[in-house]
């Protein structure tokens, strides 16, 4: 199989290679990345991918097109779905696009090793353009080697860049800062703001109107509540966020629902809550799961919850009677991502 593998990052495409390789796939790495911003960053990423292509004896090559203005006048119209739109379908049809006219069957992305990326959509624009040119479009999902690729371009000394690519991304990057920074006491963290307490509750039910909004069906709540221990972020005697914990075993948690309520959104409360939980329970468990839709991945991925475990397709349709929205996104497929609770 002639494979050519569109590559973002020299980082990302550690795992994908090596997956590949394993399978006796020799991909031949293509960089088209004009969503790369600023001009020093879009270099820094190219000119590492440059040595560690050389350094694994592997076929490179680089379209030398920085593209800032381009890029811009083309999503600023829709900044929110920037991704979708344009960013994912101009670099995926430049690939197929060489592909076809240098011989290739197949073509893929090293964004598929990314919990950052919406990974359905690249792997449906992926498929989408592969028809129109005729050729196939390989698909894995590598975001089960995201970590252990990170940790090996870590032991490498690759250039690990901060955030995406383009400047919108860069601006979330600082956008999105908790204003509260958590600090370890006697093993267990606390906010930091002394008016703000993490306190266990024990009259779950009558916390169910707030958690309907991150779950909205009471059966479904039913199902985990009871046998769940349920935490409160209170500001004095105001609540600010709540988190539902269910214990699977003797060593692992599951996050079944975490929600703030609406007046306090986007200020980093459920990061505090979740981050003073995890920094509780690492005493005893070694790793907490959750459950997401697409759209939360980064968020959780973000708070450590970075090896993806498990995709249960269709999630949302089989389980719930109405369709379940998230944004702009009807839910479908439930995805599972842990957090190594012992970890640094
Ligand atoms: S956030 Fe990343 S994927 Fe989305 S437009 Fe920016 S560079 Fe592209």
Redesign the pocket.
Known sequence: MKLLLHTCCAPCSVYCIESLRNKNIDPTVYWYNP??HPYMEYKARRDCLKEYTKSINIQAIFEEEYGLDEFCRN?IQDLEN??IN???PIRLEQTAKYAKENGYDTFSTT?LVSPY?KHDEIRRIGEKIATNYNLSFYYEDFRVGFREGQAKARELGLYMQK????I??EE?RYYNCNPIQARATNGYETPKEPRMQVKKIENKEDYIYLLLEADPSKDMIHKYLNDSDVYALKKEDELISIAVILHIDRKTLELKNIVTKENFRNKGYAKTLLKSLCGNYKQKYDRMLVGTTENNIPFYVKQGFDKYEKTIKNFFIDNYKEKIKDGELTCTDLIYYSKDLKKK
Do not use: A, D, K, T
């Not at 955030?163 to 383009?166: A, I, L």
């Open positions: 969503n790369i999503v920037r991704c344009y960013c994912y964004l990326q955030y995406c690519g383009c919108f991304s979330m």
